[in-house]
């Protein structure tokens, strides 16, 4: 062999001669490479590497051909092949020259090996480089090409075969051939660097192109295992941090490939060196580029995975890490920093055995990772509680450290970033799954727990100073006894060095009592003696003989002290004091780690009305992961929970339907003992529930039944709990069975239905006549019995006579006169609403129980009058009310007379008075809907028959979807259509004229029949109700008040004529009543019957608002419950007005305010309705005669300005505030003012708007608040501006600052005032001209948004003044059935008049608590358009809005209300 193979720099130093170094002679054309190729395969299969000096030149015209064909791609992987196996027959050949440690009768072949390896080496891995680009170019090439050549460009990739694994074939021959001693083959025996940067040079571009995945892990490992050998063989160690370093630099997914490898190389090969070296260039580079996002992201996912994957690497340097990166600016370096400071406690520094040093590193990491949950940057603060969470999970959080951890967390769910807040949750969610302390125990437990295990202490540590005083004594006597007996035990051991024999059949504690006698006895000697023997029953025997003569003599001493100290009860408490402290010291910290949970549920709590769905999601999650830990505090949550069934976002209402099935349904049984588990689930849940969420509950029930997660086998074991069959059923546990299945049969009739007589069995036998209750649900559950759909709105009703109604009846008047009869009101309600209900003509029925009811009130109060007060009062265990009315109510003329002097018990006034009262408004709900369609349905019956059988069939099939409404929505609906005649009418319309008739006929009974007939019963008893409402103080019983005014008030809800006269009374007893429950009653009824009538209540809409400025909490909830029902749903006129409402954002009672809250976030997204009033607020909040505190008026306009998000809106807005500066006096309207304009969102034009009113502001931006809210504006918008924003906001602020200057030498007189002088009254008349234009805009917005739509048609019934302006004729009636037509009813939304109704007493209790965020959250997809001027035209839904919150208002009985009532608002728009 004649020359030297020497690696080139590039390829093309090999095409030069040089010497005797080796040069390519020829490169051959791409025809003849095919050829050439078969000659190298012929040599191949020959078997002698050697071969490849002569065919060196065809592999080099492969490397170096340049075209992407399929013939080039298929020569590149037949040289590939071809040179795998010649590489392959050269280690055959190497292993054994190389392995023989004798080499010297081999060095004349040693040149031609080394050329060889270069030579074959180079080759192999120019092609594989070849191949990668060929790969990547293709795949870029296919990528940008026409969609046409795709085809063929597929085909050149279908040319690399397998190519991942061949290639991963490649490197582990490459590893192998490293493993020889290769350095032999040079002299001296150093290998070449250019041959070992060769070889490393194709790992590293391997880790740049390889994407780290579990499929190919053993190719990074392959590739380390060959940098490994290069490093400790071959001198790579300084050339490996720099090639690394770059890598790390450019390439984001080597990060993990580069990390498992560097856990190789320390694992497998003992190199760490290299490892220190790179952290230290990792650092420096850090220190120049920490601006660079993505050096600084490359870098720290490196080092993160490789704290994963190594902790103990990395624990060295993490000191060096922490001074030098955790205080730069980049929180992506921040982040790294400290998950690696997690990594390294969770992985090396949990154990109790740590040494010293390291138990001080994980203090400072931890106190580290502790500082920095309050980092200023929000993405280190949510990492750092992410860090504590899986630091948690894994148990590596010290005990020292968990309070603190868990406090910090706790106010971290104030966050302003929602991420964060969703980090703290779910740490806290960790620290009440893993919790070391007591969680299950309550904070009053656990208090009083901590006081007893504190006596138990105190005890202990005087029982301990007793003992030690006692063995202080006792070791006196001893030191005074021991010369004598040392001397005894030192001679007897002499004497007797065998063990004695066993004579005696003492036990061990006989013989140390018997010892002690001795020694008291100075019997020394037989004290020893009987010590020898105890020591050997007690199996020390062997001991002893180990031991010499001294140290048995020692021993024995011990004993015998040990001994008396026992026989005289001496024991050693120190243990157990230290236990007991131990105790305390737990319970201690329980009762602090309960504190701080206790302190974090209230912040959850109002995640869950967070706007931010994680927020919801995550607090969802962690109560009910508490719930089902049993952890105290958490049954709040879950019930607060409930409110979220009634959110607009589905994704809301899913979570916390999961969250129930997941608390409730999740069971370790199957089949029946599954459903027994899962009733038992609900039941106690449904015992927990407050009056509020009833409903909610209800809702969830529905969806529940109607996705079969209760199923039958659910509904037969819920039969068997209400009929008492399963065993050891509770009455209690029947009661709440029989309320779920009322809930279950809301959803699905035929779960009544098909067992009604099981429900007439029980709900009228023995159990219902002891338990007033079951006759009351058994009501419920009958009622439900009817099928809720359309097609079955005519159903069989039982007749009058019929025995279940004369049963019901009889059941009924006996409750009616026992006065412990609890919740009565409810049961009135749901025995007429039977009546109304299931039974024909429930009005005769309604009128003789009326009238028994007054025949037996005669007879009762003779009765009365027979015996004394006391002995009445004794046996009823009620007081007696005073004086009957004058004129009492009776069913002869000729009895009044005899009974108007008698004195009978209030509660059966009270009683009576609801009664009537709440048939009144049953009677009117039957006449517009029930006898309306069913007069409407004969009628149509009547027309079919008259034409032929065909039309009749369509007629039928025509009318038939119509049956769902009443007498006052075809009225209103008719009055609409007669509006506009240029309409085409509507084919529901025709025959129109006797639907009219009908319904006029409907509303003529309600005007003028009721109530003022010459015969009317209600007529008659009206003005008893009257008289007791007028004279308080002679009526003075309160409930007796509360049943007169509710009944009054129904009343009113039938005729607009009656409403219209007692209107002005109803206001007085408003104004004057101090009962609060009749307020709530009255402010809710004024809510139901503003849609029943809403031009009569429109003028008396002031006093509406001014309960909202009551002191009394209940009374401002009911209104503000009411007034965003009625706003929401269009029936009040938004005004200025609404600022008193806006006043209840920075209420103390957080229930009205998150209401407030939801109310405004409702509007906001209606129309322009907050836009248009917002100037309103803002002015009449920042008027000085109200005197807001200045702080309320900034949490109030930071909330709503916070809901005003378009962006034309923000402009107008901006002009408007800017043109108040000029029309203000009082330097805190001015600063009002800035302030509002602070909060709002800029962009160019607003800035602009700003800049260009900067005449009304110049002389206001002197005092420094106003300055100041400027100044904030200006730094806020500058922050990520575009550059023609930051050009806006530089020229506003250099306006600002000229202002400053000029103003700056004016003296102080001419810089307050509002500007002063012609720019003041120019600014101020701009300003008029400003709001006039304006107020005609939004005059004409609010006319154009105030149409409610009909289906296409308006009222005829709209004025064209407001009805305050107009003068009243003298026909007062016909106007106000002409301007007040009673709202249209939907039938379905009424369900037949079967809301709930609460008591008087509870209406300010549990109504106002009940659906308000139901009624906000809900009222956007039920509410269309208001009406014109003062004629609202209410859909066709409205007659059951008029009357539900006299419904749902209260009752007379003091009790609470304990059933369900009906959402007020649902339905009240199609």
Not at 691 to 701: F, P, Q, R, V
């Amino acid at each position: 062999m004649d020359f030297q193979f020497v690696l080139p720099t590039t390829n093309a130093e090999l095409l030069n001669s040089s010497g005797d170094s080796y040069y390519v002679k020829q490169v051959y054309a791409p025809n003849e490479i095919g050829e050439r190729l078969k000659a190298c395969r012929q040599m191949v299969q020959q078997g002698d590497p050697f071969y490849l000096f002569d065919h060196f030149d065809t592999y080099f015209t492969v490397i170096e051909g340049r075209g992407f064909d399929a013939a080039t791609t298929t020569n590149l992987m037949r040289s590939f092949d071809l040179l795998y196996i010649t590489v392959d027959k050269l280690g055959q050949r190497l292993a054994p020259i190389l392995s023989c440690s004798d080499t010297s009768q081999s060095l004349q072949d040693r040149p031609s090996y080394l050329n060889l390896t270069k030579m074959a080496l180079f080759l192999q891995i120019n092609i594989v480089r070849r191949i990668d680009a060929t790969c990547a170019q293709t795949q870029q090439q296919q990528q940008q090409i026409q969609q046409k050549k795709r085809p063929k460009q597929s085909e050149a990739l279908e040319q690399y075969p397998d190519w991942e694994s061949k290639r991963g074939r490649f490197l582990v021959q490459l590893y192998n051939i490293l493993q020889f001693p290769l350095e032999k083959l040079w002299n001296p025996p150093v290998a070449e660097e250019n041959f070992v940067n060769l070889v490393c040079d194709i790992c590293y571009r391997t880790l740049e192109i390889t994407h780290s995945r579990s499929d190919n892990r053993h190719i990074t490992d392959t590739v380390f295992q060959i940098l490994g050998t290069a490093i400790k063989r071959y001198n790579h160690a300084l050339t490996f941090p720099v090639r690394i370093l770059q890598i790390l630099r450019t390439t984001e997914h080597a990060a993990v490939s580069i990390a498992s490898g560097i856990n190789v190389l320390h694992e497998e090969y003992g190199i760490s060196s290299v490892f220190s070296v790179l952290i230290k260039d990792i650092v420096e580079a850090l220190t120049v580029d920490s601006a660079d996002t993505v050096v600084s992201r490359n870098f720290s996912n490196f080092l993160m995975e490789l704290a994963g994957i190594a902790p103990k690497l990395m624990i060295p340097h993490l000191s060096t890490l922490c001074d030098e990166l955790l205080n730069c600016e980049s929180h992506t370096l921040r982040n790294c920093i400290l998950q690696i400071m997690g990594d390294a406690i969770v992985g090396e520094l949990t154990s109790e055995e740590l040494s010293e040093d390291l138990k001080e590193a994980r203090n400072e990491f931890l106190e580290n990772l502790l500082a920095h949950i309050n980092d200023v940057s929000a993405h280190v603060r949510a990492k750092v509680l992410q860090i504590w969470n899986n630091m948690k999970e894994e148990n590596a959080v010290p005990l020292s450290f968990q309070l603190k951890v868990l406090c910090e967390a706790v106010e971290r769910l104030e966050d302003k970033t929602s991420s964060v807040r969703k980090q703290a949750v779910q740490l806290l969610k960790s620290f009440l799954e893993r919790n070391p302390f007591a969680a299950k125990l309550t904070l009053e437990e656990l208090m009083k727990k901590h006081e007893e295990e504190c006596e138990k202490m105190e005890k202990l540590s005087e029982v301990l100073a007793e003992e030690r005083k006692k063995a202080e004594k006792l070791d006196e006597e001893w030191n005074e006894v021991i010369p004598e007996i040392l001397p005894i035990v030192e001679a007897h051991l002499k004497e007797c060095t065998e063990d004695l024999p066993e004579n005696t059949q003492e036990n061990y504690e006989d013989m140390i009592q018997r010892t002690s006698t001795l020694l008291l006895e100075k019997k020394y000697r037989e004290a020893v003696i009987l010590v020898r023997k105890a020591d050997h029953v007690a199996g020390n025997a062997e001991l002893r003989h180990t031991l010499k003569l001294e140290e048995q003599c020692a021993y024995y001493m011990a004993l015998l002290k040990s001994y008396i100290f026992l026989a005289n009860g001496c024991k050693d408490s120190n243990e157990e004091l230290g236990t007991q402290i131990k105790t305390v010291q737990f319970l201690q910290d329980s009762i602090e780690f309960s504190k701080v949970i206790t302190k974090a549920v209230p912040k959850i709590q109002e995640l869950l009305l967070s706007k931010t769905n994680s927020d919801v999601f995550e607090a969802v999650d962690l109560f009910t992961t508490g719930y089902m830990f049993g952890i105290k505090g958490t049954e709040g949550g879950m019930r607060q929970m409930l409110y979220l069934v009634w959110s607009s976002d589905k994704e809301k209402r899913d979570s916390v339907s999961n969250a129930y099935k997941k608390v409730l349904f999740t069971t370790d049984q199957s089949g029946r003992a599954h459903a027994i588990k899962v009733i038992q689930n609900l039941m106690r849940f449904l015992e927990e529930l407050e009056y509020g969420h009833y409903t909610a509950m209800e809702c969830l029930m529905r969806e529940w039944v109607s996705t079969d997660d209760i199923d039958a086998a659910i509904i037969q074991v819920l039969f068997e709990r209400f009929t008492l069959k399963l065993e050891g059923t509770s009455d209690n546990e029947s009661r709440l069975a029989l309320q779920l299945l009322i809930m279950a049969s809301n959803a699905k009739s035929s779960i009544a239905s098909a067992n009604m007589n099981v429900i007439e069995t029980i709900g009228l036998g023995e159990r219902a006549k002891a338990d007033p209750r079951i006759f009351i649900g058994c009501l419920e559950f009958m009622l439900n019995s009817i099928d809720s759909s359309i097609l079955s709105k005519f159903y069989k009703r039982y007749e009058p006579d019929s025995p279940l109604a004369q049963k019901v009846v009889e059941l009924f008047q006996q409750f009616f006169f026992h006065p412990g009869v609890p919740d009565f009101d409810r049961l009135t309600m749901r025995t007429l609403e039977f009546f109304y209900h299931l039974c024909q003509t429930p009005d005769i029925i309604s009128q003789k129980i009326i009238v028994g009811l007054l025949k037996k009130f005669r007879d009762f109060a003779i009765t009365t009058t027979d015996i004394t007060a006391t002995q009445q009062a004794r046996a009823l265990e009620t007081p007696f009310s005073q004086q009957i009315p004058e004129s009492q109510p009776a069913v002869r003329g000729s009895d009044i007379a005899q009974q108007s002097q008698q004195r009978m018990p209030v509660f059966l006034l009270t009683r009576f008075l609801f009664t009537i009262g709440y048939m009144t408004l049953k009677e009117m709900i039957f006449l517009d809907i029930d006898v309306y369609n069913n007069m409407k349905f004969r009628q149509e019956l009547t027309e079919c028959e008259e034409k032929k059988k065909k039309n009749a069939f369509n007629t039928t099939r025509r009318k038939t979807g119509n049956l769902n409404m009443s007498a006052t929505e075809s009225l209103k609906r008719l009055s609409g259509t007669a509006a506009e005649p240029q309409q085409e009418p509507d084919e529901d319309l025709v025959g129109a004229t006797a639907e009219d008739n009908i319904a006029e006929l409907i509303n003529h009974i309600c005007e003028d029949v009721l109530l003022y007939a010459e015969n009317s019963l209600l007529g008659k008893i009206f003005p008893y109700v009257m008289e007791i409402c007028k004279y308080p103080v002679k009526y003075r019983d309160q409930s007796l008040q509360q049943a007169a005014t509710l009944t009054l008030i129904r009343f009113m809800s039938v005729s607009s004529s009656f409403c219209d006269a007692n209107m002005p009374f109803l206001m007085n007893i408003l104004s004057h009543t101090k009962n609060i429950k009749i307020k709530c009653n009255i402010v809710i009824g004024l809510s139901d019957l503003t849609f029943r009538f809403p031009n009569i209540i429109e003028p008396w809409t002031g006093h509406f608002y001014s309960t909202l400025h009551e002191k009394n909490t209940e009374l401002r909830l009911t209104a503000v419950k009411m007034l965003s029902h009625l706003i929401l749903h269009e029936m009040i006129r938004v005004k200025g007005q609404i600022a008193d409402l806006a006043m209840c954002i920075v209420d103390p009672d957080d229930e009205i305010k998150n209401i407030t809250q939801q109310f405004f976030k409702e509007i906001a997204n209606k129309s322009n309705i907050l836009y248009n009033v917002l100037p309103d607020i803002i002015s009449k909040l920042s008027d000085i005669n109200l005197n807001v505190e200045e702080e309320k008026y900034r949490t109030i306009m930071r909330y709503i300005l916070g809901l005003i998000q378009k962006d034309r809106q923000v402009e107008t807005l901006v002009e408007k505030l800017c043109l108040r500066f000029p029309v203000t006096r009082e330097e805190r309207q001015w600063r009002d003012i800035a302030y509002c304009l602070s909060l709002l969102s800029y962009n160019e034009r607003t800035i602009k708007k700003l800049t260009d009113n900067i005449q009304h502001y110049k002389d206001k931006v002197q005092i420094d608040e106003v300055y100041q809210s400027f100044k904030l504006i200006i730094s806020n918008t500058s922050k990520l501006a575009k550059p023609e924003l930051k050009a806006a906001v530089t020229e506003l602020e250099t306006r600002i600052n000229e202002c400053l200057e000029v103003n700056d030498g004016q003296p102080r007189e001419d810089k307050e005032g509002g500007g002063g002088g012609r720019d003041s009254s120019t600014g101020r008349a701009e300003a008029r001209n400003k709001r006039t234009k304006d107020n005609k805009k939004g005059g004409t917005q609010r006319a154009g948004s105030g149409r409610r739509g009909r289906r296409g048609k308006s009222s005829s019934s709209e004025p064209s003044s407001t009805s305050e302006d107009e003068a009243r004729p003298s026909t007062q009636k016909q106007q106000q059935q002409q301007h007040n037509k009673p709202p249209m009813r939907s039938t379905q939304q009424q369900q037949r008049g079967r809301a709930a109704i609460v008591d008087t007493s509870s209406s300010s209790e549990e109504e106002p608590a009940r659906g308000g965020r139901k009624a906000l959250i809900d009222s956007n997809k039920k509410a269309t358009n208001v009406t014109k001027s003062n004629a609202p035209a209410v859909s066709k839904s409205h007659s059951a809005q008029r009357t539900k919150v006299i419904e749902e208002s209260a009752s007379s009985d003091d009790e609470g209300e304990q059933h369900p009532q009906r959402k007020r608002g649902r339905g009240n728009r199609k």
